[in-house]
């Protein structure tokens, strides 16, 4: 597709596009709070104000996973509660709820040791972090199935990786919220508390932008209010609702919801196992959300300062400095992605492409942690520096955006917000751990921090080369017919390379066709004789 194709694809999505931009704008304050805290954690006016810069190099690395990790905990349940809560009450609402949670939260975070000491103030940063955590989870469950069911399949790869994309802008903006606190505001409290303050705007903007969004349409279908959801399919497409395009696709949705609707938990939870098919697209999702945590790219995003300082830069602003150009790389690369890359080369092939990008430049920094361990700057220093930002273009090429594709669009309508929860509850926990253990495993093990997310990243390009269909260009109603019958022949045969596949899929069906004729000729010459 050219570059005027894809203008005019804009000019008639547009309203679908407005939709996806206001809802992905809770992934900018998801996003701020990740790339918030490793910036904050580096300046000495907060490792004074909490008694850090007192304790030893172990102590400094728990107390940073604790710090870090809490926020985790509290995404990990407020994503599993939206199984219940978006069944019950609508995506929008708990949408809306979810900002205003996450504001809560951050308030907490801003007036945290206000006229208390040290260890009053940790305890009450940890439960700022928990509840703005709370919220986080939330948004990021909701999000991917709110656009994925809004947005016409067309362009839903894009909208749902616009996720990303808002997720990295608040990564960029916080590591440069951060770089400015640093170098700008004198050395005292309001140094580290500025940054907590600036991360409300993105969570007020969301919560109000929330206010002017329709709701799911296959959530109103499955609530049989059809007249909704026919006005949102008509308001995304810019049609009217009598239209028959959005009657056609009104009518799919309802014959894939019939019988279903109004599930309740533990019975969506139950039907997860129904079948194979069923249980692989609702197991689907968790994977791709596993994988995007193994990649090591949180470890990045919390701690890239001290990572810096490891390949040889030097000084809190330059660290900073360092982690705000990391960020830049990021949202430029996604951006490019999801213009011309998630719908035209496809889910599979950018997942194969960004997972290998991923294992050369972690492996090629293992290999330089491992070599050169007395910290001083050498030439292959630069070249490692250079590793981080290509390692952060793989990234937004393939698992930084396209899990959340996968995710919002691969698992069944009727089970959809109970199999994203435990997705985005998945990503949570491991999250929490990979947070947690990362300041340790720097600390203790160093170069085999980025060996261990290097061979992740080779095995996570394995899974995508052989067990994953490609799924751009299908309805979320055609889904099912991906997954019915030779799921690891699908998947080899849409992969780089896969002429070959297809002929042995052919060959392989057709002597399945002989023997069943086979079969049926010899049970037939059977009853003949028995005659």
Request: with cysteine.
């Amino acid at each position: 597709m050219t570059v005027k194709d894809q203008l005019k694809q804009a000019v008639e999505y547009r309203n679908a596009y407005l939709l996806a931009l206001f809802a992905a704008m809770g992934s900018i304050f998801y996003g701020w709070d990740i790339g918030l805290i490793g910036g904050v954690l580096s300046m000495a006016s907060f490792k004074e104000y909490f008694g850090l810069d007192k304790k030893n190099a172990a102590q400094r690395a728990d107390l940073s996973g604790n710090i870090v990790s809490v926020l985790q905990a509290g995404c990990f349940f407020g994503a599993l509660a939206m199984g219940y809560f978006s069944g019950r009450f609508g995506r929008k609402v708990c949408l809306i709820a979810s900002g205003v949670i996450y504001l809560v939260g951050s308030l907490i975070q801003c007036i945290v040791g206000l006229g208390s000491t040290q260890e009053v103030g940790l305890r009450v940063l940890y439960f700022g972090r928990f509840v703005g955590g709370v919220g986080v989870g939330m948004v990021s469950a909701l999000v991917p199935s709110y656009v994925s069911e809004c947005v016409p399949k067309a362009i839903r790869g894009r909208c749902t990786g616009m996720i990303q994309l808002a997720n990295n802008i608040g990564i960029m903006l916080s590591f440069w919220v951060n770089y400015s606190a640093s170098k700008d505001i004198p050395y005292g409290e309001m140094q580290w508390r500025v940054p907590f303050i600036c991360q409300m705007i993105p969570g007020v903007m969301f919560t109000i932008a929330m206010f002017f969004l329709p709701e799911s349409p296959r959530w109103l279908v499955e609530h049989k209010q059809y007249d909704r959801a026919a006005k949102t399919l008509a308001f995304v497409a810019r049609k009217t609702p009598d239209d028959p395009v959005v009657q056609q696709t009104l009518q799919e949705i309802k014959a894939d919801f019939e019988g279903k609707q109004e599930l309740p938990v533990l019975r969506q939870l139950a039907l997860m196992g129904e079948s194979r098919a069923i249980a692989l697209r609702c197991f689907i999702p968790s994977l791709a959300m596993f994988w995007q945590q193994w990649t090591g790219t949180n470890a990045i995003n919390y701690f890239s300062p001290q990572i810096f300082a490891s390949l040889g830069i030097t000084g809190t602003n330059s660290g900073l400095f360092a982690t705000g150009i990391y960020g830049v790389v990021k949202v430029i690369s996604v951006a490019l992605v999801l213009a011309f890359a998630v719908e035209g080369l496809g889910r599979k092939r950018c997942l194969i492409i960004g997972g290998l990008g991923q294992a050369a430049t972690m492996l090629w920094i293992a290999g330089y942690s491992a070599i050169h361990t007395s910290g001083t700057v050498v030439p292959a220093s630069y070249v490692s520096i250079v590793a981080v930002y290509l390692y952060a273009i793989a990234y937004c090429i393939g698992f930084g955006p396209l899990p959340w594709v996968i995710a919002g669009e691969v698992a069944p309508n009727h089970l959809r917000t109970v199999s994203l929860s435990i997705a985005i509850g998945v990503n949570w926990l491991f999250s929490f751990t990979i947070s947690k253990l990362t300041p340790i495993m720097l600390n203790d093990i160093k170069y085999g921090t980025f060996l261990i997310f290097g061979i992740c990243c080779v095995l996570m390009s394995i899974w995508a080369y052989a067990f994953l269909p490609e799924t751009s260009g299908y309805s979320l109603e055609q889904m099912k017919y991906l997954f019915e019958k030779d799921v690891i022949v699908r998947s080899l045969q849409d992969a780089p390379g896969g002429g070959y596949f297809w002929v042995v899929g052919v060959r392989l069906r057709l002597r399945n066709s002989w023997r069943k004729r086979l079969l049926i000729e010899m049970t037939l010459a059977t009853e003949m004789t028995t005659r």
